[in-house]
Each structure stands twice: as C-alpha cells, then as structure tokens.
C-alpha cells in the first residue's frame, strides 16, 4: 500500500499561471480532502469529497477547482495562481469514520508551492 | 460554527519532563469527534487520536495521555517523560463527522524537547 500520495513534491509558479496538484489514494477510502497549511493558521479545508463524484467547499474554495471521477483520485486545480496561494498543500484521505473501529486517517506528504 | 483553540504556541522543555499541550473547542453539535496529529520536522503529518463526544474517557498510549473534559471543552494532550523525538507541530483538530474529510484545527504548538 501506498497510502496517499501527491505529486508533485514542489513546485514553483508564475502569476497567472495554472496547474493541477495530484492526489491518489490506494485505501479505498470514501473520503477525501484537501487542505493548505499556512504559518500560523494550521490547516484549513479547501474542498473535500465524499465519493467519485461529489465535492464540496471548505473553508477556503476561492481559486481552487476539484473533481473526483473515481475513489482513488482527488486532483486540485489553481485556476490562476496568485502569490496569496503560496502555501503547503495537503491530500487526506479516510474512510467513514462513524461507527466504524478500524478507521484510517492518513495525509499525504505535502506540496510545497511557491507563486511568484 | 466550529472552533479550535491552542493557545500555546511553543513550548520548550528539557527532555524527560513531562508536557502538557492544551486544546480547547467550541461547537454547538452535541455529536463531534476531535483529534490530534503530529507534524514532526519532516513535514508528514501523523494521526495520533481520535475521541467522539460521548466517550469521555481518558486514553493512555504508551507515554501519550489525552484528557477529554466536555465540561470545559478541552482535549489536552499529554507526553510523560518527554524526549527528543518528541520536538514536532502538534495540531489538535475538530470535526462534526466520523471521517477526516472535514477537519477544523487549531493553529498547533510547536514542542521542542531539549536534550
């Protein structure tokens, strides 16, 4: 098992510019998320992901797209990076949680993204 | 709307001493789960508990401790005879649903255990 993996590792962009941060998750987890860590302020949801084919909005939506085709993969899409998007992402993935003893809760090990 | 509070923000203590991380929450459901993960210097972050609302009592892991008390909204975390391998982020978080799909944290504090 490879947990949750996100690719890429690091990445560095020019204002205006967009890209997609990978996400895939071999748990079969129900659950997935996204999440950016900023100094100071924890983390906070950017949108999450119930099933292939639902998502919603977290705390932090404003340019950031998501779709979920499938269980595995949960990609994140800035649409048009701006210097306030620099920051450390993080995938989750978990399966229902509720009621359920051998829950799994993992993160992925980050992006590093830097606009400039 | 949800809230977490953790209002040490660093703490230093000299290993083998024992350290307690406090956590404080705010929600109006009655039905709520709260966690806390560990961010060790690495970057990855670590899940380490999770506690539903109506299980109030206090787990023991090895040398990690957790006091829940719903009368004082608090999730304190404790590490008896601390060491070095300790020092991380630790991120106590909140969530109205089972899974991880929709976490509220805290801002973290940061532990650094001193040899």
């Known amino acids: 098992n490879a947990g949750v993996t996100q690719t890429p590792k690091f990445q560095v962009l020019k204002t205006g510019q967009s890209m997609t941060l990978q996400c895939a998750q071999d748990?079969?987890?129900?659950?997935m998320s996204w999440y950016r860590q900023d100094p100071g302020m924890g983390l906070r949801l950017i949108h999450y992901?119930?099933?292939?084919?639902?998502?919603d909005q977290g705390e932090v939506p404003n340019g950031y797209n998501v779709s979920r085709s499938t269980t595995e993969d949960f990609p994140l899409r800035l649409l048009s990076a701006a210097p306030s998007q620099t920051s450390v992402y993080f995938c989750?993935?978990?399966?229902?949680?509720?009621?359920?003893?051998?829950?799994?809760?993992?993160f992925g090990s980050g992006t590093r993204l830097t606009v400039v | 709307a949800q809230k977490v509070t953790q209002a040490q923000t660093e703490i230093s203590v000299v290993e083998k001493e024992d350290v307690t991380l406090d956590c404080v929450y705010e929600?109006?459901?009655?039905?709520?789960?709260l966690f806390w993960y560990k961010q060790p210097p690495s970057g990855e972050l670590v899940f380490l508990i999770r506690?539903?609302?109506?299980?109030?009592q206090n787990e023991i892991s090895g040398r990690y401790s957790w006091n829940f008390q719903k009368s004082t909204s608090s999730f304190n975390f404790t590490i008896t005879a601390s060491q070095v391998v300790d020092s991380a982020v630790y991120f106590c978080?909140?969530?109205?649903?089972?899974?991880?799909?929709?976490?509220?944290f805290g801002q973290g504090t940061r532990l650094t255990i001193n040899p």
């Open positions: 989750a993935s978990s399966n229902a949680g509720t009621g359920v003893i051998n829950y799994g809760y993992t």
């Open positions: 992901s119930v099933g292939a084919g639902i998502t």
């Open positions: 506690r539903n609302s109506f299980d109030e």
């Open positions: 978080a909140l969530s109205l649903t089972g899974g991880a799909q929709k976490l509220v």
């Open positions: 929600t109006r459901d009655t039905t709520y789960y």
């Open positions: 748990m079969n987890h129900e659950y």
